[in-house]
C-alpha cells in the first residue's frame, strides 16, 4: 500500500514538473512573440517614416528641378538679349538649384538604402517566424 501511495505520488509530482515545463515553454515563447510582434511594430514604424520623408524629398526634387528648368530658360533669354549682369545671376542660381537637387539626391539614396534594410529585416522576421510555426506544426504532428 505504502509502494502504491508513493508511486501515486511519484506519477503526479512528474506530471506536475512536466506541465510546469510545458508552460514555462509556452510563457517564452508568448515573450518571444511579443518581442517579434514589437520590433516589428517598430520597423514598420520606422518604414512608413522614412517613407513619409522619401515623398517629401522627391515633391521638393521636383521642385527644384522645375526652377532649375526656367532659370535655364531664363538664362537662354538672357544670353539672347545679350544681358550679361541677368545671365550671371540667373547661372548662379541655377548653380545653387543644381546643388539642392544632387543634395536631395544623395538624401534619397540614403533613405531608399534605410528602406531596403528595414525591409529585409522585416523579411528576415517573417522568415524566421514561419519556420518556427513550420517546426511547432511538425513537432505537434510527430507526437500524435
Known amino acids: 500500500m505504502i509502494r ?15 506541465l510546469k515545463s510545458l508552460a514555462d515553454r509556452e510563457k517564452k515563447q508568448s515573450d518571444k512573440h511579443e518581442h517579434t510582434n514589437e520590433e516589428m511594430k517598430k520597423l514598420i514604424g520606422r518604414e512608413n ?5 522619401q515623398k517629401g524629398l522627391h515633391d521638393k ?7 532649375v528648368g526656367e532659370g535655364r530658360q531664363q538664362l537662354d533669354n538672357a544670353l539672347k538679349q545679350a544681358d550679361i549682369i541677368d545671365a550671371q545671376t540667373v547661372n548662379a ?22 528602406l531596403l534594410k528595414i525591409q529585409n ?11 518556427k510555426k513550420q ?6 504532428n510527430d507526437r500524435f
Open 49 to 53: 517614416q522614412l517613407l513619409s520623408t
Open 4 to 18: 502504491a501511495v508513493q508511486k501515486s505520488k511519484s506519477v503526479y509530482n512528474q506530471e506536475q514538473l512536466s
Open 61 to 67: 526634387q521636383k521642385k527644384a528641378q522645375l526652377l
Open 121 to 131: 529585416k522585416r523579411k528576415n522576421v517573417l522568415s524566421h517566424v514561419q519556420n
Open 135 to 140: 517546426k511547432m506544426t511538425t513537432t505537434a
Open 93 to 114: 542660381l541655377i548653380g545653387a538649384g543644381d546643388e539642392q537637387v544632387k543634395l536631395i539626391s544623395d538624401e534619397l539614396f540614403k533613405i531608399t538604402d534605410e
